[in-house]
């Protein structure tokens, strides 16, 4: 079914939401809302925002916060990537827990949702180091652990990942 987008001028650099239901294997509900400048709509939000649409069609159940926003973030301009990163520099290896890398759901402070974008990204990009694009969508679609995950398809612990990205 189509996805039905509201969008709003502001000007504010801007953001946007993808919302959409999992059932059975099927997503349905759709609905994308986007605001901000022209500029920044075009370059930034609404590749990151179509990102989340796309992924949830191939993969067809909830993946991992960080995961998502990581991937979505690869679809943004190279200031926002470059940005991303200098934040990612700055975190600390010991948020990347299994807990923290198991969330479904955003965190609920601004320090915490900054950290989960950057971070988030920076893994995603540490993943695409190590293997292809194909790896990293078998890595989403599978729904077992993510130690299980990392295991199997990237000979890693969570450990030995965090202290590789953190290197």
Not at 75 to 80: A, G, L, M, R, T
């Amino acid at each position: 079914r189509p996805c039905p987008i509201s969008v709003r001028d502001a000007p504010h650099s801007g953001g946007g939401a993808t919302r959409f239901r999992f059932e059975n294997g099927e997503v349905f509900d759709w609905s994308m809302t986007i605001e901000g400048s022209r500029e920044f709509l075009l370059r930034d939000v609404i590749p990151h925002e179509v990102d989340h649409a796309v992924r949830a069609s191939l993969v067809r159940h909830p993946i991992e916060r960080w995961l998502d926003e990581g991937c979505a973030s690869l679809f943004e301009s190279e200031d926002v990537k470059l940005g991303l990163r200098e934040t990612a520099r700055k975190a600390r290896a010991e948020l990347i827990t299994e807990q923290w890398l198991s969330q479904l759901d955003y965190p609920e402070n601004s320090t915490d949702l900054e950290a989960l974008y950057a971070v988030g990204f920076s893994l995603v990009e540490y993943l695409l180091s190590l293997d292809d694009a194909s790896t990293l969508l078998e890595f989403q679609r599978s729904e077992s652990s993510i130690e299980s995950r990392l295991l199997s398809l990237y000979g890693v612990t969570i450990s030995e990942f965090r202290g590789n990205w953190d290197q």
